[in-house]
């Protein structure tokens, strides 16, 4: 059984270890990328691709349909996604402050999907923008790890 841990223990590893995550690259069939306005730090109150950290003794498979319903409010599968590489993210502050740094490994993957198949949460973002590729990497606004998604395409 996969749980979230203890915010202690977890606040101990994200102290000492990196986490490994799998953020998801979402477009329309026009090309353009979903981005949510993140609540919770790291890269608090920046817009940034839809994603989530794999938990322990979870498969990258089930990790994917977990994420891809939390985050998207539809559960999707590998196989319905194109790796686009494994990339670093390193913050200033974590999830409870600013007393230490995160470090996540991330594990990219794109999608394109209709908008109306889609049942966006608001619990770890507090709204959601379809941006064109273009006005995206010119927003101050977009965080600088999201932007690099999208410079090698």
């Not at 996969?2 to 000492?16: D, G, H, W, Y």
């Not at 353009?32 to 691709?49: E, I, Y």
């Not at 049942?119 to 977009?142: E, R, T």
Request: net charge negative; aromatic share 14%.
């Amino acid at each position: 059984m996969i749980t979230r841990l203890e915010p202690s223990l977890f606040k101990t590893i994200v102290a000492n270890t990196p986490l490994i995550s799998i953020d998801l690259i979402v477009l329309d069939s026009a090309g353009r990328a979903l981005l949510g306005q993140r609540q919770n730090r790291p890269a608090q109150s920046c817009w940034f691709v839809p994603g989530g950290r794999i938990f322990k003794d979870e498969s990258f498979e089930e990790a994917f349909r977990r994420i891809s319903l939390e985050e998207l409010g539809v559960q999707l599968t590998l196989a319905a996604a194109e790796f686009c590489g494994v990339y670093e993210h390193f913050y200033d502050d974590n999830f409870s402050g600013v007393e230490f740094s995160t470090h996540y490994v991330v594990h990219a993957y794109k999608l394109t999907l209709d908008p109306e198949l889609l049942d966006l949460p608001q619990i770890q973002h507090s709204a959601y923008k379809w941006f064109c590729i273009d006005s995206l990497l010119n927003s101050y606004a977009v965080h600088q790890f999201t932007k690099n998604y999208f410079y090698s395409r």
